[in-house]
């Protein structure tokens, strides 16, 4: 550990003293005992105190395995400053307070760190002088090739000039100015900040977290920057630019975050979408309602934080009848996910078609302890499938009932955690294939579902703003894929995809990129699809790669609906009142210019010379979807029934006629 006080371009000497030593040797150092810091006490315990003389900046350097604890820098004096730096592993900064108000206006990051540390009881709240970016402090700055895990926890940073928390720079992107990030996580517990410009709470890599953290008054609350990490039992309100901000209008980078029991009023999203809804108003808005969060630098260095109320949990049926008595238990499987001793935050997720409830096993863990879920975790239903993730560790489990075919499971980190069934482990295949049959109550629908496909688009991790179309004969509906893209992106549809239906015909569109894809459950054939950057974006039918040509071949078959009505029509093929009389032209002869076009009818169609048109091979009619092209040239077609749909690019004269033989 490395410490020194400067004054402009001038530097006492640089002591280098032993790790975990540093406050007993530093030179300004006054120890105080904390029976006489008023309410920070916490008896016994001694804190020193840095007082940073005026137009001076204190400096500690931190690397692998130092301690910086129970320490008041005092920073009242006029342009007094400190700058703080840890890197490496296994460094850990706890109970720190910073005394009086940042008077300096130009930009800092008093405060950086990066690889893999502990920040735990900070306070750093009495305010900042400049009152707009860039002018002062950044709360806590978490550096662009920070590459491991940090943990911040039971901090209260407020009126910075900037963000409280700047942690997505290790999601930078290759073009960002200061190159690729280092993909760390930062995981933000127990937390509060208020009034800070650009954001309280801003992080930007799959494995980064904000836990039971509040904000009030800042540009923004919770700010998902890159990718999509997760916030749980969080509070956000009173932002000026939205409680929840997705995505950067500058880098255009998609961003989704996962919610879990987050109670916010606004939302911003810029480039990317939001996985979740807010879970009503906010309940918390001052740092005393957070636990363990330090109310002043005294109480920080001393080791105190305040008492906190406990989040509301998501609701999530189980709540007792008005009589006091519980509900009767669901019947089902009882599925637990149970961790080793030195697990941490060991996060899993599954669905499973019917209800899912809370449960409490009746027998512990090999570590003997308790195996039952709780607040943290979370049951979304919609639909009748119900999605379920959570986390534990520490030798704990969760536990829940299950009532119907649980249909996928997903464990962050299976070293130290495992599922079992009904009290017995088992792999994850094993799960599904032993609840595979529990739907009774829907064992009709279950067989008619055999048919069904998964359609998904996904995409390259450079793609942006990747659109697409398809139409289908038969229900299509928004789904989940149990597996992720190649680049890791979560692949299911969302609030941005749309899907219209017209007499039995669904068409729907949509947009994805970053590496995610969009996802569909269709149940009748997919007519026609198209893509908009067929170079960044491909289609895939129940988790293969597929052509577009190979998925309309693929499900030609699915319409079940109308195998009675197309055994009628190839009985009576041959009679010509069966043939369809209504012609369409698409004629590029009089323009010389080329065109694409595709269409769909509620009949029957095919290829024809009608007015001399040529009849081109390259040109697909599939059921009743056609898609074609003419170059100075015409295509005909016979049909039946009415045009359903139609889309033409180019330029050539379309003609309908009706009857026409």
Not at 59 to 64: A, F, N, R, V, Y
Not at 200 to 214: A, K, P, Q
Not at 218 to 239: E, I, L, M, Q, R
Not at 635 to 641: K, L, N, R
Request: proline fraction near 4%; aromatic fraction near 6%.
């Amino acid at each position: 550990m490395t410490t020194n006080e400067e004054s402009g371009s001038d530097s006492d000497e640089r002591t280098l003293v032993g790790r975990r030593s540093y406050m007993k040797a530093a030179a300004s150092a006054v120890t105080l005992g904390v029976a006489g810091a008023g309410s920070a006490a916490a008896a016994g315990e001694d804190y020193d105190v840095i007082e940073v003389p005026a137009g001076q900046t204190h400096t500690i350097s931190l690397g692998s395995g130092d301690t910086l604890e129970n320490t008041l820098i005092d920073i009242s004096a006029r342009n007094a400053k400190f700058q703080i730096s840890a890197r490496g592993s296994g460094w850990e900064v706890r109970n720190l307070g910073i005394r009086g108000n940042w008077d300096e206006t130009t930009k800092a990051e008093p405060f950086i760190v990066s690889g893999d540390g502990v920040i735990d009881n900070y306070y750093f709240a009495d305010g900042a002088t400049g009152d707009s970016y860039p002018n002062g402090p950044t709360g806590i700055y978490v550096a662009n090739a920070h590459s491991g895990t940090i943990r911040i926890n039971n901090v209260n940073i407020q009126d910075m000039p900037d963000n409280a928390i700047y942690g997505s720079s290790p999601g930078d992107l290759s073009s960002h100015p200061s190159g690729g990030g280092g993909g760390g996580d930062v995981i933000i517990t127990n937390s509060y900040a208020a009034d800070c410009v650009a954001s309280s709470f801003r992080v930007g890599t799959d494995g980064s977290r904000v836990e039971n953290c509040v904000s009030v008054g800042s540009d923004c609350g919770f700010w998902a920057f890159y990718n999509s990490p997760k916030v749980v039992d969080c509070d956000f309100s009173d932002s000026n630019l939205g409680d929840i901000r997705v995505g950067d209008g500058h880098w255009r980078d998609d961003a989704r975050p996962r919610l879990e029991n987050v109670r916010y009023e606004t939302e911003h999203v810029h480039s990317g979408s939001i996985d979740g809804s807010s879970a009503g108003s906010p309940q918390r808005t001052s740092p005393e309602e957070v636990e363990g969060v330090p109310l002043s630098a005294e109480e920080a260095a001393s080791g105190g934080g305040s008492g906190g109320v406990s989040p509301s949990p998501p609701s999530n049926g189980d709540e007792p009848d008005e009589d006091g008595e519980d509900d009767e238990e669901l019947e089902g499987h009882l599925l637990a996910f149970v961790t080793d001793p030195s697990a941490r935050n060991a996060e899993y997720e599954f669905t499973a078609e019917g209800a899912v409830e809370l449960a409490e096993a009746d027998y512990e863990s090999p570590s003997g302890r308790s195996i039952g879920a709780n607040g943290n975790d979370s049951v979304e239903e919609s639909d009748g499938t119900a999605r379920v993730s959570g986390l534990t560790g520490g030798g704990y489990g969760d536990a829940f009932r299950v009532a119907g075919p649980v249909t996928s499971i997903d464990i962050d980190q299976p070293d130290v955690m495992w599922v079992e069934l009904d009290g017995e482990e088992m792999s994850v295949e094993e799960v599904i294939e032993a609840t595979s049959d529990d739907d009774s109550d829907n064992g009709d629908e279950d067989e008619s579902e055999e048919s069904d496909h998964l359609l998904a688009f996904v995409t390259d991790a450079d793609a942006r703003y990747a659109e697409y179309e398809f139409t289908a004969e038969g229900a299509v509906e928004l789904a989940e894929a149990d597996y992720e893209s190649p680049s890791g992106g979560s692949i299911g549809g969302n609030g941005n995809d749309t899907i219209e239906e017209s007499d039995g015909t669904y068409r729907v569109s949509g947009l994805t990129g970053g590496g995610y894809g969009d996802a569909f459950r269709v149940s009748g054939p997919v007519t026609s699809i198209d893509i908009d950057q067929p170079d960044v974006m491909w289609v895939e039918l129940d988790g293969e790669e597929l052509s577009v040509e190979e998925v309309i071949d693929a499900t030609s078959g699915d319409d079940g609906d109308e195998d009675d009505e197309n055994d009628e029509n190839d009985e009576n093929e041959d009679d010509s009142e069966d043939q369809p009389s209504n012609a369409l032209v698409i004629d590029a002869t009089e323009t010389g210019e080329s065109a694409r076009y595709r269409f769909e009818v509620s009949g029957s169609v095919e290829k024809a010379s009608y007015q001399d048109a040529t009849i081109d091979d390259g040109d697909s009619v599939d059921s009743t979807a056609v898609e074609g092209s003419v170059d100075g040239s015409k295509d005909a077609y016979w049909f039946s029934g009415n045009i359903t749909d139609f889309w033409l690019n180019g330029d050539a004269l379309v003609d309908v006629e009706y009857d026409a033989r």
